[in-house]
C-alpha cells in the first residue's frame, strides 16, 4: 500500500541526498517526491509517496526520518483527511483534425491547453492521482509523444493533523506543550 | 578579531575541552598542522588513518567525552572509514575532522580529492561540509554537540583547504541552532504507568541491560530499580560492567556467545526489561522464536530502534538514566523467589561445563588466561578487544565490577580495533591500567601502531592471543562447513622479534604455569608490553548459539575434553 508522508526540512544544501539516501539504505522504495519552499524562506517541505507493508514499516520511515539532523517534522497523512496532487504536462500527437477532441476531453477533465503546434497539444491537467491516470487513459489512443508529472503534494484539510508514529519524536507530539522532557542545548 | 580559518578549528576545539587529537597531516589539511602548533593541544601522530579513529574512539569510550581524529583528502579520508562506522555502529561520540581540495575545485578530480560527505553520509550520525572560513564556528560547535548527546555518534566535519587558510571574524556561539534535532529525555507519564502494570503482573522478569546504561551513566539507578524490584540483570556485550559481574542478580552476557542460564531467562521470561540495547541479532538468535511468551518494555533514546527488530509492548523513548529515575518511585518492592531459584539451577548445571572447572592439563587456554589476567589485575584494568574468540572469552571471563573498563567493537566487529583503542583509552585515563587483548590476525591488522605506542610512551599492556588461526571463523567452518578450513591458518611472525624491532619488551608464553608471572612482569614494566600467548589452536567458544537458530539452541562445551 502507498503512504504519504509530509516532512518538512532545513533548507540547506545536501539535505534532499540525505533522505533519498536514507530511504535507500533502509530498503524502502520511493514512489514518488515532491520538494519546495514553504511560507518559512528556511524551510523546505517534500511529500513523499512510498510503498509499505503495513503501520511499522510506516513508523520505521518516519522514526529514521527523525535520525536525520536536518528533519523538522514528519507526518503520515495516508489516512488523514487531506487534499492531495499531482500536475501533468502530457504531449498529445494531434494536428488540427483532432484539435476539437483533445480539447473536449480537456474540459470534462478541467485540464487546459497551454500549447498549440502543427501536430501536437500540450495538456495540462492537476489533480488527485487516479484523475491524470484516467485522463491518460482516454488520451493514450490519440497518441501520447511525452509525459512530465511533478509527483504527488499534499496537505490535510482543516484542523487536521497527520499521523505521528512516533509521538515526542523532536518534540513534536506530547512534548509539545512545553519543552521540559527534551534535552538542552 | 579576524582569524584564519585555521585558527578558528583550534579556537573551537580549545572551548570544547578537546586536550589530544589522533591525525595524520596531508596537502588538504596542512594550514591546520600549521596554525596546530599554538594552541594547548597534543596531537598524535598515528601510523594509519584508521587507528587515527580508533584511538578516538577508545579515548571517548574511557572518558566519555568525544574523541577527535583528523586527516588529510582523499586516502587521508577513505582510512578513516572503517574507524568511523565502528563508532557508528557503537554509539561512540567522536568528532572527525577531514581536509578537502579548495572549494573552486571540488567536483573536478582534483589530486587527493574524493566526496568524503558523500561516502561517510551513511556511517555518521551527521556530517558537514565546510567551504568557508566564517562557516566553521558554528559548525564545530553543532558537531560536538551532536556527537555527545541524544544517542552518541560519529560527526565528520570536511574543510575545505580555502576555508583554513582565508580569515573571518571569530566568535564562538552560545547556544546550537538546531531545529531538527531535540534528543528526548523523559518519557510520557501514561507509558511509564502501562510499564509499571506489567511490572506488577511479572513473575519471571528479565532487565536486558545495554550499552546506552552506560553513556546515559544510569548504573547507580538500574541497580536500584533492579533490586528493588528483584529482577535479574542480563547485559548485552557492550553493556558489560554496567552492572556488577558478582551481583547476586547479575546474569552475565546474553547472546551467542552468552552464558547458557542467561539466555534460558531470556527465552522462559514473561516481561523482559530492555534498557539501552536495541535487540541485536547476536542477542536475539532467531526472532521468531525469541522469548515467545514474555511482555516487552523497552527504555531507548533513539526511536527507530523501537520495534525495528522486536516489536515490544510498552516503548519508552527517552534518556534510560531519566527513565529508570522516574520509574523507580513508582514500583513496589517484588519478590521473584521461585524465578531465582530456576535460574541459579540452570546456572549450576552450566558451572559443571565450564572451562574453569576442567582438571589442568598442561595446555594454554585463552579462557584460563583471562582469568588469571582478571585475578592479576583485581578485575579493574581498562580491557580493549579485537574482533572473535579472543573477545568473546574476555568478555566471559574478565569479570567487571565498574563500568566504562570494556572497550570492544561490537555492531561493526572491527578486527585490528584492540591495539590502537587501548592507546586512546591512555590517554583518557594514564592513572589506568591498561590491557588490549587481541588475537594473532587482529593485532597484525593495527600492529603498525605499536610504533605510535612507542612514540607516545603509551603504557599499554597488548596480549596476542596466538592460535594460529583466524579462530572465529574457523570455528565455523567446524561447525558449520564439516571442518573444510579455509583461508583461516595464518603463519604469524615472531611477535617478540616484532615488538623487539620497535623497542617494546616482550615475551613469549607457552605453559600454563608461565602466564601469571608474565602478567606480572608486564604489569611491572613502565610503557608498552607485549606479550604473546601460544594458546591451544582448535579451541571453541561456547556455548554458542548458531547464526538463525533459537535462542536457547545452544551449542554446549563437551563435558569432556577432545
Not at chain 2, 572551548?15 to 597531516?25: H, L, T
Not at chain 2, 561517510?120 to 572560513?133: A, D, E, F, Q, S
Amino acid at each position: 500500500m502507498q503512504y504519504t508522508f509530509i516532512t518538512l526540512v532545513e533548507n540547506k544544501p545536501g539535505v534532499l541526498n540525505r533522505v533519498a539516501s536514507l530511504f535507500r539504505r533502509r530498503n524502502f522504495n520511493i514512489e514518488s517526491l515532491a520538494v519546495g519552499r514553504t511560507e518559512r524562506p528556511d524551510v523546505s517541505r517534500m511529500t513523499i509517496v512510498v510503498g509499505c507493508n503495513d503501520d511499522m514499516d510506516a513508523h520505521k520511515i518516519e522514526a529514521n526520518l527523525y535520525k536525520l539532523v536536518n528533519v523538522i517534522d514528519v507526518q503520515d497523512v495516508t489516512k488523514q483527511p487531506s487534499v492531495t496532487r499531482d500536475l501533468a504536462l502530457i504531449k498529445v500527437k494531434a494536428g488540427p483534425e483532432r484539435r476539437a477532441e483533445v480539447n473536449n476531453l480537456a474540459e470534462i477533465f478541467r485540464a487546459r491547453i497551454v500549447d498549440v503546434a502543427p501536430d501536437s497539444l500540450i495538456v495540462e491537467v492537476t489533480g488527485t492521482e487516479e484523475k491524470i491516470e484516467g485522463m491518460m487513459e482516454l488520451l493514450r489512443p490519440i497518441g501520447i509523444m511525452e509525459m512530465v508529472r511533478t509527483g504527488q503534494i499534499a496537505m490535510t484539510r482543516g484542523a487536521y493533523e497527520g499521523e505521528r508514529h512516533t509521538p515526542g519524536a523532536n518534540g513534536n507530539g506530547w512534548h509539545d506543550e512545553d519543552e521540559s522532557g527534551l534535552a538542552e542545548y | 578579531m579576524k582569524l584564519t580559518g585555521a585558527e578558528i578549528l583550534w579556537e573551537c576545539l580549545v572551548r570544547e575541552g578537546v586536550e589530544v587529537v589522533f591525525g595524520y597531516p596531508g596537502g588538504a589539511n596542512m594550514p591546520l598542522y600549521d596554525a596546530m602548533l599554538n594552541y594547548p593541544i597534543h596531537h598524535v601522530l598515528v601510523r594509519h588513518e584508521q587507528g587515527g579513529a580508533h584511538m578516538a574512539d577508545g579515548y571517548a569510550r574511557a572518558s566519555g567525552k568525544v574523541g577527535v581524529a583528523m586527516g588529510t583528502s582523499g586516502p587521508g579520508a577513505t582510512n578513516l572509514v572503517t574507524g568511523i562506522a565502528t563508532a557508528m555502529m557503537d554509539s561512540s561520540p567522536v568528532v572527525f575532522i577531514t581536509g578537502q581540495v579548495a572549494a573552486h575545485l571540488i567536483g573536478g578530480d582534483a589530486f587527493q580529492e574524493v566526496d568524503v560527505t558523500g561516502i561517510t553520509l551513511p556511517i555518521t550520525k551527521h556530517n558537514y561540509l565546510v567551504t568557508r572560513p566564517d562557516e566553521i564556528a558554528e559548525v564545530v560547535r553543532e558537531a560536538f554537540y551532536i556527537a555527545r548527546s541524544g544517542r552518541p555518534g560519529p560527526v565528520l566535519i570536511d574543510i575545505c583547504k580555502n576555508a583554513q587558510i582565508e580569515k573571518a571574524e571569530f566568535e564562538y556561539p552560545d547556544e546550537v541552532k538546531l531545529p531538527g534535532y531535540k534528543p528526548p529525555v523523559h518519557a510520557p507519564k501514561a507509558s511509564l504507568e502501562q510499564a509499571v502494570r506489567l511490572l506488577e503482573k511479572a513473575k519471571r522478569p528479565v532487565i536486558l541491560l545495554g550499552h546506552g546504561a552506560l553513556i546515559s551513566g544510569a548504573e547507580e539507578v538500574i541497580q536500584h530499580f533492579a533490586v528493588k524490584t528483584q529482577t535479574p540483570v542480563a547485559m548485552t556485550l557492550l553493556g558489560l560492567g554496567a552492572f556488577p559481574a558478582s551481583h547476586p542478580l547479575s546474569l552475565g552476557m546474553m547472546g551467542m556467545h552468552g552464558e547458557a542460564h542467561t539466555n534460558l531467562a531470556i527465552q522462559n521470561a514473561d516481561l523482559l526489561l530492555g534498557f539501552g540495547m536495541r535487540f541485536d541479532d547476536r542477542v536475539t538468535g532467531t526472532l521468531k522464536t525469541y522469548a515467545p511468551n514474555a511482555k516487552k518494555i523497552h527504555v531507548e533514546i533513539d526511536p527507530s530502534e523501537v520495534h525495528k527488530n522486536v516489536k515490544v509492548d510498552v516503548p519508552l523513548v527517552g534518556d534510560l538514566k531519566a527513565v529508570v529515575t522516574d520509574l523507580v518511585p513508582m514500583v513496589d518492592e517484588y519478590e521473584h523467589e521461585e524465578w531465582m531459584q530456576q535460574i541459579a539451577e540452570w546456572k549450576s548445571e552450566g558451572d559443571a561445563r565450564s572451562i574453569m572447572s576442567w582438571p589442568e592439563d598442561g595446555k594454554l587456554y585463552v579462557a584460563h588466561m583471562v582469568h588469571d589476567l582478571w585475578e592479576a589485575t583485581g578485575g579493574g584494568a581498562i580491557i580493549t578487544t579485537d574482533v572473535g574468540q579472543h573477545q568473546m572469552w574476555s568478555a566471559q571471563y574478565y569479570f567487571l565490577e565498574k563500568p566504562n573498563r570494556w572497550i570492544t567493537s561490537g555492531g561493526a566487529g572491527t578486527m585490528g580495533f584492540g591495539l590502537p583503542s587501548a592507546i586512546g583509552a591512555w590517554f583518557a585515563h594514564k592513572d589506568q591500567e591498561i590491557w588490549a587483548v587481541a588475537g594473532d590476525g587482529g593485532f597484525q591488522m593495527t600492529a603498525a601502531e605499536l610504533s605510535t605506542a612507542v612514540q607516545e610512551g603509551a603504557n599499554v599492556k597488548v596480549a596476542i592471543m596466538n592460535n594460529g588461526f583466524l579462530g572465529m571463523v574457523r570455528q565455523w567452518q567446524e561447525f558449520f562447513f564439516e571442518k573444510r578450513y579455509s583461508g583461516v591458518h595464518m603463519k604469524a611472525p615472531d611477535f617478540v622479534k616484532l615488538a623487539d624491532a620497535h623497542g617494546v619488551p616482550a615475551r613469549r608464553v607457552t605453559k600454563p604455569e608461565e602466564v601469571k608471572e608474565a602478567i606480572e612482569w608486564a604489569r611491572k614494566t613502565e610503557g608498552p608490553v607485549v606479550l604473546e600467548f601460544v594458546v591451544v589452536q582448535e579451541d571453541a567458544v561456547y556455548p554458542m548459539v548458531p547464526a538463525g537458530a533459537a535462542l536457547d539452541q545452544m551449542l554446549r562445551r563437551p563435558t569432556r575434553q577432545k
